[in-house]
């Protein structure tokens, strides 16, 4: 509490411009290794671009850069109410010039400034190529891995197909729109961990490992395995095998029925995919893969984040993974083999970022 009084004295903000220009090119080496991740991943998205004739979704960045806005005006108060309320607990005399004395000290000295510029720089583009794969996946190899999807998980499941072992318990409307509503949280939760470890986490390895496993998800899974496992999902099996028997038909039908009591509001958005996807048409809500489920592997990696950042976030974020997992299959989006690929795929991932962070930071952090 000592510093937070303390810091009006200890801010120099004369010159914020050289202090920001500082920070960017004293954090540089550190984000070294997710420039080369996405030099390297634009580089096989224009490739991909060029061979295909597909226009790069421009529309991504405006999205990432939108939820950034909505992050920072509903973040940003928050924090700074809770400051002004520790600050007020301390006992200063000004607090709000000391809250604006400590902004000063979060965004324009150390290493924050830094922080936020490099991950703009970075993580803009590699959206633009998660997007710009993405929308273009079945046309690139044809949906042809629902069939074998399906028959593994009937395997593994001892003959029943997994949606059917979730139904005597979560086969109820309540259940189903509550676990749609955490289902449909994901994005919000997804956006907020990214952003707080981008911009405010501390540099200590921990930041570079998570963004890294990041970057390798979003493009290595959600792109290229998706690519060579290119699968639709159980909600769009009926649409891909016309006039065959369709495992997840009553599967659906209780969605739909579910939806006339609580609404399921993943139905709107599946319908919404099938549209597009039947129309060749790249708008807002586009792209279609399940195998492997990056709802899966991205929550997987959010609980180990904050996992190793406190016993009670990773407990909070175990469950809502679980959520995850459990509400990809009951709400017909994914194949439990999707949700396992995931999982496996990020504890891959987590471990070979932090493989790549901890050599890293040794050679750039002083001895």
Not at 26 to 37: E, K
Not at 167 to 190: C, E, H, K
Request: net charge neutral; proline share 5%.
């Amino acid at each position: 509490m000592t510093e937070i009084l303390q810091a009006t004295e200890t801010v120099d903000v004369r010159r914020p411009e050289s202090q920001i220009a500082a920070s960017i090119a004293r954090t540089f080496p550190d984000h070294i290794p997710l420039y080369a991740c996405a030099a390297l991943f634009t580089a096989v998205t224009l490739i991909i671009s060029f061979v295909y004739d597909t226009q790069l979704p421009w529309g991504a960045a405006a999205f990432f850069l939108g939820a950034l806005a909505v992050f920072a005006v509903f973040a940003l108060p928050l924090f700074a109410l809770w400051q002004l309320f520790r600050l007020w607990r301390a006992s200063a005399v000004h607090p709000a010039v000391a809250l604006l004395s400590q902004f000063a000290d979060t965004f324009c000295t150390g290493n924050r400034a830094g922080y936020i510029f490099h991950s703009l720089i970075i993580f803009v583009p590699l959206m633009i190529c998660f997007a710009a794969v993405k929308d273009v996946i079945p046309f690139i190899h044809p949906f042809s891995w629902d069939t074998s999807l399906m028959r593994w998980d009937q395997a593994t499941f001892l003959g029943h197909h997994p949606w059917e072992v979730l139904q005597p318990i979560l086969g109820f409307p309540l259940a189903t729109a509550s676990l749609n509503f955490l289902y449909d949280l994901w994005l919000p939760v997804m956006f907020g961990c990214l952003f707080w470890q981008a911009f405010f986490g501390a540099n200590d390895g921990l930041r570079l490992q998570f963004l890294l496993a990041f970057s390798f998800a979003w493009f290595i899974a959600g792109n290229l395995l998706a690519v060579v496992f290119s699968s639709a999902g159980p909600c769009f099996y009926g649409f891909l095998h016309p006039g065959q028997p369709n495992p997840y038909a009553a599967q659906m039908e209780y969605l739909q029925m579910a939806d006339s009591h609580w609404r399921i509001w993943s139905l709107d958005v599946q319908n919404a995919l099938w549209a597009s996807y039947s129309k060749s048409a790249f708008g807002a809500v586009s792209g279609i893969s399940a195998m492997p489920s990056m709802h899966v592997t991205s929550a997987v990696l959010m609980a180990l984040v904050g996992w190793r950042t406190s016993r009670k976030l990773g407990l909070a974020l175990g469950a809502f993974a679980f959520a995850i997992v459990i509400g990809s299959i009951h709400l017909a989006w994914h194949y439990a083999a999707d949700g396992i690929a995931g999982i496996a795929l990020a504890l891959l991932f987590w471990w070979l970022a932090g493989h790549i962070a901890r050599r890293w930071m040794a050679r750039t952090t002083p001895q």
